[in-house]
């Protein structure tokens, strides 16, 4: 990696002992909401020059989202209403993580109540960080195959449709502004890396 | 776009007038949390069965990414210990829209603000929503091109250190794992999908 502009860096991960220059460290937290859906804390802490600072943010149980492959190749999505941005988006099918589940089975279950497919095979993209100013949200993505079609088992009061669309209807709709959610995104970006043979995908089945 | 599992629909955005069966409408809207740093709102809504329901998030004022490109081809990012996900990111230069500031007037602010450069050309990718279950944000990608050095701006208690890798870096450590921060993939994305000549990026020379 070359060094590039006026305060000098190298880039990608570096172990935290490296780092002390811009790590913080938490003193005491307190709870600033506990709402019926959101979890609100703040932070006092330690800044790398030893003073004092707070940062406010939603405690999340993180997330997983789906990008299910249909054997003919089309993606499986939904369509929901998404009342903070007071739009409809298209969107990978998703959800969060219950108490003391793992992503793969919240990954199945959110794939089965949202769509009504299940997955004979199941591989692991990555975990992304979509709000990390504030929120301790990831997103780990997952593909699924050896799709097996089923009911939808949507909770009470969501509203989910269930649609599909093949890679370059999705890459279009993303070129002109018409895929604003940022997962699905980038599972679209995963999924043609993947089928460029360039990004990896270990598959593994299911029973 | 070809029909696929159970509960069937054309994929992409639709007119409101034709998702009655999905649409929300807030009724009502509480202030739950004025935090220093937050504003979370909770509103009643009618849902598209009529029922109510509430929905709690975050409102916020909207956000910009930028992606700058160095002459010889290079990228920089900025890393900085985000507290809320316990690590060092590296990203791109980014932050949030101030009163009565225009996307590109806040993307200009923060690329000098966070990298010292200023730029000669700039492009909008797009806007993309990075937690519309529980927030407004909106985070508009924009690209800078014709990049001359500068010193920092950093405001008192941020910490931020900028580096410089090229496509074939950011596209090694997005296939490892290395780039979780989103809206750095969906720029590295759209950076390959415009070099490659398949998505747009109209640039703007700014005096």
Redesign the interface.
């Known amino acids: 990696?070359?060094?590039?502009?006026?305060?000098?860096?190298?880039?990608?991960?570096?172990p935290?002992g490296d780092?002390a220059?811009?790590?913080?460290r938490?003193e005491r937290s307190e709870t600033?909401?506990e709402?019926?859906?959101?979890h609100?804390v703040?932070?006092h802490?330690r800044?790398?020059?030893g003073?004092m600072?707070?940062?406010?943010?939603?405690r999340h149980p993180g997330a997983v989202a789906v990008l299910p492959i249909?054997d003919d190749g089309?993606i499986?999505?939904v369509?929901?209403?998404?009342?903070?941005?007071g739009?409809?988006?298209?969107?990978l099918p998703a959800g969060k993580l219950d108490d003391n589940e793992t992503v793969l089975a919240c990954a199945m279950r959110e794939l089965q109540e949202e769509?009504?497919?299940t997955a004979r095979e199941w591989a692991r993209a990555?975990?992304?960080?979509?709000?990390?100013?504030?929120?301790?949200?990831?997103?780990e993505i997952w593909f699924a195959r050896g799709l097996v079609?089923?009911?939808?088992q949507l909770d009470e009061?969501e509203?989910v449709?269930?649609?599909?669309?093949?890679e370059a209807?999705l890459?279009a709709?993303?070129?002109a502004?018409?895929l604003?959610?940022?997962?699905t995104?980038?599972g679209?970006?995963w999924l043609q890396?993947w089928r460029n043979g360039?990004?990896?995908l270990d598959w593994v089945a299911v029973s």
Chains 1, 2 share one sequence.
């Open positions: 990696m070359a060094a590039g502009g006026p305060p000098e860096s190298r880039g990608g991960p570096a935290v780092d220059h811009l790590v913080e938490a600033r909401l709402g019926g859906f959101l609100v703040l932070d802490v800044l790398p020059d003073r600072a707070t940062r406010e943010y939603v249909l089309r499986v999505l369509r929901q209403y998404r009342h903070p941005v739009t409809i988006l298209l969107e769509t009504g497919y990555g975990v992304f960080n979509n709000a990390a100013a504030y929120s301790t949200e990831g997103i079609p089923g009911a939808q009061g509203f449709e269930v649609c599909t669309l093949d209807e890459d709709l993303a070129s502004g018409g604003p959610d940022m997962k995104m980038i679209l970006q890396r360039q990004w990896p």
